[in-house]
């Protein structure tokens, strides 16, 4: 992981090509007149979405013509990418204006990932790490941020720690590891190897389901016997299948984690499982990391609770809230940088201007 803690977003002078095409001009002949156009795609998923931008008659418009529609021609590759996104995505809980929030986030955090690769990469191992030391002290886990960065990158223990609780931010690393190669999708499996890999060296048997009642700590619920686990867990994974292609992703992971914490299959470590599930299915569909911190905790337990009894409004509205807080400037930062121009929009200007003049020599 890099060496920043701090998550502050930065940008290099030297950015990477966007995976889309760049933009071309066309012209197109109607009863001997010549109208020029800017074309261009986006990408959502597999699929490639036309767009085009009508500048002019090639014959009057002028180069400034052509770079002002350019900003034209961004827009509407966000509203594209939004609309695809809406009408395939189906939202139960989440209202329509967080949704639109959730996928310009979306939109620009790939953006971000494709403009700037390094300066993304270590906002992602910044997500990480505060993720990593969040989810173990929720639990009751006193290593601070700077002790879990000097544990995670340097392999440097903290003094007067127990070995538990090093082992609890260690297993990360291995966790990290085995599910950047995994390719398969949620499965019971998935989640018992997850429980195995971060509770080594800390539970007896990780990853064999409880065979005893548990509770949570600081809520008033009681989850479903251990003898319905495995029942209940096959339910879990069905109405995950069911719901993956058309369910918001946001509002997927929120609830597949919430419907696990509610099952708690493990004697221990469930939190650091569900909240591991949330965040496979969000950087999966393209979402950064959500962490949550010791501050976060009240208002996490008490929104998870409510839903024993269906209602994910409150997780889903809580956790929406904390991330938005995390992330929510990716896209405004990322917006002014592209509108302030950058390399790619200066060689993306020169190239249009470049066949703009040749266009115009064949008028």
Known sequence: MGNQVNPGITFSSIEAEMNEAMPELTVKTIK????????????????????????????????????????????????????????????????????????????????????????????????????????????????????????????????????DEVYEILNFINLRRYLEGY??????????????????????????????QVGIEQVDYEPPPAILVPEEMRALIGWYRQNKRHLNPFELAVVLHTKFEMIHPFVDGNGRVGRALMNLVLERSGYPTLYLGLEDRAAYLNALVKADDGDYAPIIEAL??????????????????????????EEENARLVRQFARLKKEV
């Open 32 to 163: 001997g007149n010549k109208y020029l156009y800017l074309r261009d795609k986006v990408k959502v998923n597999s699929k490639s979405l036309p767009l085009s931008v009508y500048v002019g008659r090639l014959e009057t418009v002028a180069r400034e013509d052509v770079l002002s529609k350019l900003s034209v021609l961004h827009t509407l590759r966000l509203t594209t990418y939004l609309d695809y996104r809406l009408e395939h995505y189906s939202f139960t809980t989440l209202d329509r204006t967080r949704a639109v929030d959730l996928e310009t986030l979306r939109y620009f955090y790939g953006l971000f990932k494709e403009l700037y690769p390094d300066e993304s990469e270590r906002y992602m191992d910044a997500m990480y790490l505060r993720y990593v030391q969040g989810t173990t002290a929720i639990e009751g886990n006193t290593i601070s941020l700077r002790e879990a960065q000097e544990l995670l990158e340097h392999n440097i223990s903290p003094a007067g720690k127990k070995m």
């Open 183 to 212: 390719s398969g999708d949620v499965t019971e499996k998935l989640i018992r190897k997850i429980h195995e890999i971060l509770m080594n060296e800390v539970l007896r048997n990780p990853g064999d389901y409880r065979n005893i």
């Open 320 to 345: 929406y809230t904390i991330y938005r807080e995390q992330h929510g400037r990716i896209a405004e930062e990322v917006r002014q940088k592209l509108s302030g121009g950058n390399s790619r929009i």
